[in-house]
T-cell receptor, first 113, second 113 residues
C-alpha cells in the first residue's frame, strides 16, 4: 500500500515563530488533506490540496504532486496551534469509488508562550 | 447545523462483550468511514460504505462489523473477537468518489478491561 511519511515527528517552538511541516507519499494520489487534531481528539480540516497552493490566514499549504510531497506552513505561531498535524492521502481508484484515507503518523507541535 | 455526531464520547466495557458505536451525519454524504487511532499513531481504516446496504473492509476489519441501513447512519460493532479493542474511534463522511474532502466526527474513546 501507499506509504505516508511526515517530518519532523516532534517540534517545539516559541510563540511567534514560523514552521514548515512536510509530508512525503510513495504513489500518485487524487486526494491529500491536512488535519489538526486538537487536545480533545477532534480532527479539524485544514486543507484539501491534491495539488497546488492554498492559503487560509496564517496557514498555507503546497502540494507538488509530481514530486510526491506536500508542505504545511504555519506563520506567527500561537499557543492554540499546538496539537498534532496529520497528512492523509488517497489513491486514485478506477471508477471513482470511495475509499479511505491513508494517514501519516503526524507531527506533534508544541508552541510555548 | 450540518455535521457528524458520534455517541457516546466515552465507553467502557468488560472483555468479551460486544459494543456498538453510533455515527450519524446530516451532510447528505453518500460515503461513510470508520477509523481507529491508537496512542501516538495515525488513523487506520476499518470499514467504509459508498451507498446504503453496501460496505467494504478496510485495512483492519477483523473483529469489527458494520451496517448501512440508512444514508445518515453507519454504526460500528466492536465484537469480542477484536483482540485489542481499546482505542479512539472516529467516523467520517464525504461525497461519493475519491476526489472529495472527508469530514470527521468528534470520536468515541472505547476502553475494554
Amino acid at each position: 500500500g501507499i506509504q505516508v511519511e511526515q517530518s519532523p515527528p516532534d517540534l517545539i517552538l516559541q510563540e511567534g515563530a514560523n514552521s514548515t511541516l512536510r509530508c512525503n507519499f510513495s504513489d500518485s494520489v487524487n486526494n491529500l488533506q491536512w488535519f489538526h487534531q486538537n487536545p480533545w481528539g477532534q480532527l479539524i480540516n485544514l486543507f484539501y490540496i491534491p495539488s497546488g497552493t492554498k492559503q487560509n490566514g496564517r496557514l498555507s499549504a503546497t502540494t507538488v504532486a509530481t514530486e510526491r510531497y506536500s508542505l504545511l506552513y504555519i506563520s506567527s505561531s500561537q499557543t492554540t496551534d499546538s496539537g498534532v498535524y496529520f497528512c492523509a492521502v488517497r489513491l486514485p481508484i478506477t471508477g471513482g469509488g470511495a475509499d479511505g484515507l491513508t494517514f501519516g503518523k503526524g507531527t506533534h507541535l508544541i508552541i510555548q508562550p | 447545523d450540518g455535521g457528524i455526531t458520534q455517541s457516546p464520547k466515552y465507553l467502557f466495557r468488560k472483555e468479551g462483550q460486544n459494543v456498538t458505536l453510533s455515527c450519524e451525519q446530516n451532510l447528505n454524504h453518500d460515503a461513510m468511514y470508520w477509523y481507529r487511532q491508537d496512542p501516538g499513531q495515525g488513523l487506520r481504516l476499518i470499514y467504509y460504505s459508498q451507498i446504503v446496504n453496501d460496505f467494504q473492509k478496510g485495512d483492519i476489519a477483523e473483529g469489527y462489523s458494520v451496517s448501512r441501513e440508512k444514508k445518515e447512519s453507519f454504526p460500528l460493532t466492536v465484537t469480542s473477537a477484536q483482540k485489542n479493542p481499546t482505542a479512539f474511534y472516529l467516523c467520517a463522511s464525504s461525497k461519493w468518489g475519491g476526489g472529495y474532502e472527508q469530514y470527521f466526527g468528534p470520536g468515541t474513546r472505547l476502553t475494554v478491561t
